[in-house]
């Protein structure tokens, strides 16, 4: 299983962004999808992740961030809207899969930098 992301880049503050991540492989299902951020010098923090009922945000994104999924593409989608500098960070997206031998594992991609100047 491969976890591919696009988007990402440098946006002025108040600017808006759209990350997308696309899942291949093997899978059977995917249980959650999600996308974390790491800033320099800090720790990798949950942005957004959606399974089943409500996604959930880091608070700090509620009201400017918002993500979708395409079941049926095996895609999550994260709108970023509002930037701000704190917001500058490298993005991973994530997925817990289940394999068609009903196995769960969790996979990541390769991380893509989003940079918001004030």
């Known amino acids: 299983v491969q976890l591919q992301a696009y988007g990402g880049g440098l946006v002025q503050a108040g600017g808006s962004l759209t990350l997308s991540c696309a899942a291949s492989g093997r899978i059977f299902s995917i249980n959650t999808m999600g996308w974390y951020r790491q800033a320099p010098g800090k720790q990798r923090e949950l942005v957004a992740r959606?399974?089943?009922?409500?996604?959930n945000y880091v608070d700090s994104v509620k009201g400017r961030f918002s993500i979708s999924r395409d079941n049926a593409k095996n895609t999550v989608i994260l709108q970023m809207n509002s930037l701000k500098p704190e917001d500058t960070a490298v993005y991973y997206c994530y997925a817990r899969v289940l394999s068609y031998s009903y196995v769960a594992r969790d996979y990541w991609g390769q991380g893509t930098q989003v940079t918001v100047s004030s």
């Open positions: 959606s399974a089943s009922g409500t996604p």
